[in-house]
């Protein structure tokens, strides 16, 4: 994954690979993601989901999509830092 982000040239975007759409350590069980299509993204703000895209085309315009979701979900408290739980 490592090596995909810096091909990419990807920065402050967080890559995830999970064994099985049904595992339950990195609880990504609970997304609900079907396995037989060929890609979903789920977009995070502060560790809460904003948006799920399925079968996504890589087009310019569904980029444009998902900057506009991620634009309009950013407000002015964003660059503060995550609160410390115990």
């Known amino acids: 994954m490592e090596n995909i982000g810096k091909e990419l040239n990807l920065q402050q975007i967080?890559?995830?690979?999970?064994?099985s759409m049904e595992d339950i350590e990195?609880?990504?069980?609970?997304?609900?993601?079907?396995?037989t299509v060929a890609n979903t993204f789920i977009l995070y703000r502060q560790r809460a989901i904003i948006d799920?895209?399925?079968?996504?085309?890589?087009?310019?315009?569904?980029?444009?999509?998902?900057?506009l979701r991620l634009d309009k979900t950013k407000s002015h408290y964003?660059?503060?830092p995550v609160p410390q739980f115990e």
């Open 14 to 19: 967080a890559l995830t690979y999970v064994p």
């Open 78 to 80: 964003f660059n503060l």
């Open 26 to 35: 990195s609880e990504v069980n609970l997304n609900k993601i079907n396995p």
């Open 52 to 67: 799920k895209y399925i079968n996504l085309k890589p087009t310019s315009a569904n980029f444009q999509l998902i900057s």
